[in-house]
């Protein structure tokens, strides 16, 4: 009698979701949609909140359409599965987001709600819901994303920080290089030529790390060669101010506040540039 009450209580507690899932077999190749059927156990039932992820994983191991179908399992990227290595972003019913925090009781929490998985449209694919970042990266070097410390393990402890500019900086410090900011900006586009990446406009995501390395006593050393990628070809001044980026931004980092801060130490270096030379 007792099994039977606990067959029911689980059936209960389980719902079907309907995910539509846009697939692409590689670069270049063209696009298309297949539809899962995956059942979700609510976190009533005592095993904690099914995300969007853990929907991936179940049909990856059951590869087959609503039309009885078999497929290939589905390519996404995922790594902390903790919302702090920002690999698995990607569009969530037509909003930008990482899929391991988006958890199915908030965002299909009825029996036959639908989700829709897009890969991120401002890089490229590289097949299903994985996409390329290179160009991120390769902006985050450009501006020498780094504190210089080559040769300063013998001159001593390091600079002191009050505890002021320690909260200011660790909220910078907060941005995993998701590309939710990216994905969300105007300006920002799909530039499929690599040669074409150091003209392209950065994004907020690159500015606020060139503020919060310009913050660091140490890494404001680099200062200068920062400040000369955000007064060039697809620095700062190509931002167009649509403040899409800090709404979307999953860790709240002031992104405008950001792009005002760098906007600022450009004029101020292009001004000393312009009558010191220098």
Same mark, same amino acid.
């Given at each position: 009698?007792?099994?039977?009450?606990?067959?029911?209580?689980?059936?209960?507690?389980?719902?079907?979701?309907?995910?539509?899932?846009?697939?692409?077999?590689? !670069?270049?190749? !063209?696009?298309?949609?297949?539809?899962?059927?995956?059942?979700?156990?609510?976190?009533?039932?005592?095993?904690?909140?099914?995300?969007?992820?853990?929907?991936?994983?179940?049909?990856?191991?059951?590869?087959?359409?609503?039309?009885?179908?078999?497929?290939?399992?589905?390519?996404? #990227?995922?790594?902390?599965?903790?919302?702090?290595?920002?690999?698995?972003?990607? %569009?969530?019913?037509?909003?930008?987001?990482?899929?391991?925090?988006?958890?199915?009781?908030?965002?299909?929490?009825?029996?036959? #709600?639908?989700?829709?998985?897009?890969?991120?449209?401002?890089?490229?694919?590289?097949?299903?819901?994985?996409? &390329?970042?290179?160009?991120?990266?390769?902006?985050?070097?450009?501006?020498?994303?780094? %504190?210089?410390? &080559?040769?300063?393990?013998?001159?001593?402890?390091? !600079?002191?920080?009050?505890?002021?500019?320690?909260?200011?900086?660790?909220?910078?410090?907060?941005?995993?290089?998701?590309?939710?900011?990216?994905?969300?900006? !105007?300006?920002?586009?799909?530039?499929?030529?690599?040669?074409?990446?150091?003209?392209?406009?950065?994004?907020?995501? %690159?500015?606020?790390?060139?503020?919060?390395?310009?913050?660091?006593?140490?890494?404001?050393?680099?200062?200068?060669?920062?400040?000369?990628?955000?007064?060039?070809?697809?620095?700062?001044?190509?931002?167009?101010?649509?403040?899409?980026?800090?709404?979307?931004?999953?860790?709240?980092?002031?992104?405008?506040?950001?792009?005002?801060?760098?906007?600022?130490?450009?004029?101020?270096?292009?001004?000393?540039?312009?009558?010191?030379?220098?």
């Amino acid at each position: 009698m007792s099994s039977k009450n606990d067959a029911k209580g689980k059936a209960a507690n389980t719902r079907t979701v309907r995910f539509n899932i846009k697939r692409c077999d590689g !670069p270049g190749q !063209p696009s298309r949609w297949e539809r899962f059927d995956v059942p979700v156990q609510s976190s009533s039932a005592g095993s904690g909140s099914a995300n969007v992820i853990s929907c991936l994983q179940w049909i990856a191991a059951n590869p087959v359409t609503i039309e009885g179908r078999k497929t290939t399992p589905v390519s996404f #990227d995922c790594g902390c599965l903790e919302e702090v290595c920002g690999a698995c972003t990607m %569009v969530i019913n037509g909003q930008v987001r990482q899929s391991c925090s988006c958890l199915m009781d908030s965002c299909a929490p009825n029996d036959g #709600d639908e989700v829709t998985l897009e890969p991120m449209s401002k890089f490229p694919v590289n097949r299903d819901l994985f996409v &390329d970042r290179s160009r991120l990266f390769n902006d985050l070097e450009r501006i020498r994303g780094w %504190v210089p410390i &080559d040769g300063t393990y013998d001159l001593g402890a390091g !600079p002191r920080e009050t505890p002021e500019q320690q909260q200011q900086r660790y909220k910078l410090s907060e941005c995993m290089s998701c590309g939710c900011c990216l994905e969300a900006c !105007p300006q920002y586009t799909l530039e499929p030529d690599e040669k074409e990446w150091d003209h392209a406009f950065v994004g907020a995501a %690159v500015i606020s790390q060139t503020r919060y390395f310009n913050m660091h006593a140490t890494g404001k050393e680099l200062a200068k060669q920062r400040l000369d990628v955000m007064s060039g070809p697809g620095g700062v001044s190509d931002c167009g101010n649509a403040q899409n980026c800090v709404k979307v931004c999953p860790k709240e980092i002031p992104l405008t506040e950001s792009i005002g801060s760098v906007g600022r130490q450009t004029t101020i270096h292009k001004i000393r540039e312009f009558f010191m030379g220098r």
